[in-house]
C-alpha cells in the first residue's frame, strides 16, 4: 500500500514539474516577442502602454518640425508631408492579410516595421518628391534574438524569409546578399516586370493632400 501512495505522490510530482517547465518556457517566449498576447475577450480593454500623453505628443511634433522647416529650407521653402492617413479598415484588413499569408508558411507575424521613404522625384502625380511610409511585416528570430523584416509571400526554398530589408535597401538589381549569391528569378514572386510583396503603402499625405485627411 505504501508503494502505492509513493508512486502516485511521485507521479503527482512529475505533472506538476511538467507544468512549471511549460509556464516558464511560455514566460520565456512571452519575453522573447516582448509583448503577451491577449485573448480576444482581453484585446482593447485596457490603454496600451505604448499610448503618449499629448503634451508628449506636442513636444515630438515640434521636435520634428524643426527638423522638417530646415529640410525645407533646403528645398527653397517646400514643404514636405507631416503626417499620414490610413482607415481603420485598411489596418484590420492589412494585419488578417497578413497573418492568413504567414500561416499558408508557418512563420508568425510579431509585427510591423515601418520605414520612412519618399516618392521619388520626376514622377508624375502630386506625391512626386513628398515623404511617405510603407510598413513591412516581421518575425521573430530566436537565435538572433530581435525581429527580423520578412515578407511571407518570398519564402526561400530552405524555408527561411528571404533578406527583405537587404532587398529594400540594396535594390533588386544586387546579386549578393549576406554574403550569399541571390537568384532572383527562382525566388521572387513575378508579375510582368514587378515583384510582388505584401509590404504597404498608399497612405494619403499631407502635404500635398490635407483638405481631406
Request: proline share 4%; net charge negative; glycine share 8%.
Amino acid at each position: 500500500m505504501n508503494g502505492l501512495y509513493g508512486l502516485f505522490f511521485l507521479l503527482v510530482a512529475v505533472l506538476l514539474s511538467a507544468g512549471c517547465d511549460r509556464t516558464a518556457q511560455k514566460d520565456e517566449e512571452r519575453q522573447d516577442n516582448e509583448q503577451p498576447e491577449t485573448s480576444e475577450d482581453e484585446r482593447g480593454r485596457k490603454r496600451p502602454e505604448e499610448t503618449i500623453t499629448l503634451e508628449r505628443a506636442h513636444e515630438m511634433y515640434k521636435a520634428y518640425r524643426e527638423r522638417a522647416e530646415a529640410l525645407a529650407n533646403l528645398k527653397d521653402g517646400e514643404e514636405d508631408a507631416s503626417y499620414g492617413w490610413h482607415s481603420i479598415g485598411f489596418y484590420k484588413n492589412y494585419i488578417a492579410y497578413l497573418e492568413r499569408e504567414a500561416r499558408k508558411v508557418r512563420i508568425p507575424i510579431s509585427g510591423l516595421r515601418m520605414y520612412y521613404v519618399a516618392y521619388p522625384e520626376g514622377e508624375d502625380g502630386k506625391y512626386s518628391g513628398y515623404q511617405t511610409y510603407m510598413y513591412v511585416p516581421t518575425y521573430y528570430d530566436k537565435e538572433a534574438k530581435r525581429h527580423i523584416a520578412f515578407d511571407p509571400l518570398h519564402i526561400g526554398d530552405d524555408g527561411k524569409p528571404l533578406p527583405i530589408h537587404e532587398i529594400i535597401v540594396g535594390g533588386m538589381d544586387a546579386k549578393r546578399i549576406n554574403g550569399k549569391e541571390v537568384k532572383q528569378g527562382a525566388m521572387l514572386m513575378r508579375v510582368a516586370e514587378a515583384t510582388i510583396s505584401s509590404i504597404a503603402n498608399m497612405g494619403e499625405m499631407c502635404e500635398p493632400n490635407c483638405e481631406n485627411y
